[in-house]
C-alpha cells in the first residue's frame, strides 16, 4: 500500500516488531549479525541491568551513525524503528534488508506477535484553556464523539478487534517537558496480530503481515484526522 | 520502554543516560517497559525534548487559506520561544509556545491591515507578493 508523506507529518516514531518464542540461536548469531548490518548500523547499544527483566530479554540495539533509525535483537523479538519516518517504502525495504539478513541466520522461529506502530506527537495550543481536539480529529468509530466536548486534560485507550486482526489506539494530552509549556497530543496507533498458537516462520514470511498491519495502522489515523489538518499536514500554505 | 533504564553505547565511556526532567505525564502516555506494545522497548522520550531546538510546524487555526490553517514553526533558542511564518514574512516570539503562536498572530494582523491600506503602486515587487498573500487570508472563528 503506498501511504503518502506528508511534510509536516507528526510522526516521532514508527516501529515494526516480531516476536518469537525465546530462541537460543539468536544468541549463536548476533555476532554475525552486527557485522552484516554494521556498515549501515554502526552503533551497539547494550541494555543496562533492570530488576525484574531476565538479561536476555532484553534487546541489543543497533543504530545508525545519526542514531535515527535502528534494529533491536533479543532471544524473543526482533524490531526496527525509525524517528524520522522515511516513507512506507523506504522504510518497509529497510526492514526486509534487515529481516532478510536475520532470515539467513536462523531455521525458523515461533512467532507470537506481529506488530506495526505509529507514534505522533502533535504540538497544539490551548484554546481558552481546552483542548482543541476536534481541528485535528473528526467523530470516529475508535473514539467517539469525544471531540466534541469541551476538555482540559485526556488519556484515552482502546484495544478492539480490526480486519481480524487487533488495534491499540491511545490519545493523551502530555506536557512534553517539565516547565516548558510545551504540550502535544500523543496519538499512538499500534495494529497488532496474536498468534495462538505460536505459528513457525522464517522471520522474512512476516514482511506480508507487516505490510498488513502498516495499512491498518495508516487508515486508521487518516480516519481520525480532520480535512484541515490534513490539509495541513499536506503543506498546503508552505510555499 | 526507555522510561525506566536506557541503553548504554559501548563505543564511548557514558553515564547511564536518564529520563530525568521529563514530565510524568509524557512517561505516562508512552507507557511502561514491558508492556505488550510494539517495540516497547525503543522508545526514547529524551527524544521528545531535543527536537524542540529542531523547531515543530503548529496549525495557525486562526487565520486560513482556502479553509487550511497557516503553518507556524516554532523553536526554543537561547531561554526563548520563536515563531517563524516565512510564508508572510512574519516572526514572534514569546516565553511558551503559546506566546510565540499568538505573537505571530498579532504581527500578522497587524500587517494584514498595512497591506490593506497601501497601494500596490508603492510597494516593491516582494512586498506586493506579500500584499497579495495577506489579502488570501481568511480569519476563523
Partial sequence: MNAPLYPNQPLTEVATEVKFKGNLAVETVRADFQSRITEQYPILLVPGAQQGIAPPLQPYRFEREDRLAGIQLAINSFSYYSREYPGHESFLAEIENALGIFSDMVDSIEVTRIGWRYINAIPFTRENGLLPLSRFFREDTIFGDSFKKDIRDLSYRVTLPIKEKQLNAKLDCAELEQESGEEALLLDIDAFNIKEPALSMKPLTALEEINDLHSIAYETFESLITDNYRAFLKGDNDD | ?141
Avoid at chain 2, 516572526?91 to 497591506?115: C, L, R, W
Avoid at chain 2, 490593506?116 to 516593491?124: C, H, K, Q, R, Y
Wanted: glycine content about 8%; some cysteine; aromatic content about 10%.
Fill in chain 2, 1 to 141: 520502554m526507555m522510561t525506566n533504564v536506557a541503553l548504554t553505547r559501548t563505543d564511548a565511556a557514558c553515564n547511564m543516560e536518564t529520563t530525568a526532567g521529563f514530565s510524568n505525564v509524557l512517561k505516562r502516555a508512552l507507557g511502561a517497559r514491558g508492556e505488550d506494545r510494539t517495540g516497547a522497548d525503543i522508545l526514547d522520550i529524551r527524544d521528545f525534548g531535543s527536537r524542540k531546538r529542531a523547531g515543530k510546524k503548529y496549525p495557525l487555526w486562526s487565520v486560513r487559506v482556502n479553509h487550511t490553517p497557516l503553518s507556524v514553526l516554532v523553536y526554543f533558542e537561547d531561554g526563548r520561544w520563536f515563531s517563524e511564518l516565512d510564508w508572510l514574512n512574519v516572526f514572534g516570539d514569546g516565553q511558551t509556545p503559546k506566546e510565540a503562536i499568538d505573537s505571530v498572530e498579532m504581527h500578522i494582523a497587524h500587517f494584514k491591515n498595512y497591506y490593506a491600506s497601501v497601494s500596490g503602486d508603492e510597494l516593491t515587487e516582494y512586498a506586493s507578493t506579500l500584499k497579495d498573500r495577506f489579502s488570501q487570508l481568511t480569519q476563523a472563528e
